[in-house]
């Protein structure tokens, strides 16, 4: 009866020996599980972090990416308008070029011209130096000429004296030469300041004008009777902007007819301008 009381004392004691343990690997277990559990959630919220960092960067990287086309795109267009702006300036030197080569024509044409008046001036020369020697040898009998007109200038002065004594006598005539001799002096100052010529720096206003591009002629609505002379240089000016310059080719009493020329400024300009200044360079 002690044997089996001890036995199963025994048998008890074993028995909640094997509950405690297992009561305590259970335990351990658990806390093991919940050590795993928290390394668990502790991964999922740096693997959280790291994903929303991720998308950040790549709306980041969008973003550059989308500043980056916009720049890119801003860029073609800047280099369009530069191919346009190169294309214009491409046909402008082509027109200059046309240009040219009829200015060159006539310029050629112009030296020969020139080449036969210089042939008439030596011929002219010529003539002058025989003039000249006719003339040195006509000196003796000019001299004996300047003589006589010496002596009849004295005579007149004697007689200009005798005139003078006698017109302080006549006031009323005397009068009447001092009103003639004003009225010519006041003649000759119109004359002198409203001068039918053209100073450099004058300004003369055009009102119409005919425009050719392709062959760079300007025709316009004045001439000799403004002051217009042939080979005039002019700069032609609206609104305070200059537009080209032109010289004068041919020239009527109240018209003439220009040549651009070029590579200076934009002629293109009078397509769109009727009334302009010209000024005398």
């Avoid at 005539?173 to 001799?181: A, D, R, S, V």
């Avoid at 002379?229 to 310059?245: D, H």
Wanted: proline share 1%.
């Amino acid at each position: 009866m002690v044997k089996l009381s001890y036995c199963l004392n025994s048998l008890a004691l074993v028995l909640s020996l094997f509950i405690a343990w297992t009561h305590f690997s259970q335990k351990a277990e658990n806390e093991f599980l919940r050590g795993e559990l928290s390394d668990m959630k502790s991964q999922i919220e740096q693997m959280e972090l790291a994903v929303k960092e991720a998308k950040m960067g790549q709306i980041d990287k969008l973003n550059r990416e989308k500043r980056k086309n916009s720049e890119l795109e801003e860029a073609s267009n800047a280099m369009a308008d530069e191919i346009t702006d190169l294309e214009r300036k491409r046909d402008e030197v082509k027109i200059n070029s046309e240009v040219a080569a009829t200015t060159e024509s006539e310029l050629s044409a112009e030296i020969q011209a020139s080449k036969l008046s210089i042939a008439g001036v030596d011929a002219e020369i010529r003539t002058a130096e025989q003039n000249v020697r006719n003339l040195t040898l006509s000196i003796p009998s000019l001299q004996q000429e300047i003589v006589n007109l010496e002596n009849l200038i004295t005579e007149q002065g004697q007689r200009k004296f005798q005139l003078e004594n006698t017109l302080k006598t006549y006031e009323k005539e005397t009068n009447i030469l001092k009103e003639h001799y004003d009225c010519t002096v006041t003649a000759l100052k119109k004359d002198f300041y409203e001068h039918p010529w053209l100073e450099r720096g004058e300004r003369v206003s055009v009102s119409s004008s005919d425009l050719d591009l392709e062959s760079g002629i300007l025709m316009l609505s004045v001439g000799k009777r403004e002051g217009i002379e042939k080979k005039m240089l002019f700069s032609v000016r609206s609104k305070g902007k200059n537009i080209c310059q032109i010289r004068i080719k041919e020239v009527a009493y109240d018209h003439c007819v220009a040549m651009i020329i070029p590579l200076m400024g934009t002629p293109k300009d009078l397509e769109e301008i009727n009334n302009f200044d010209l000024i005398y360079l």
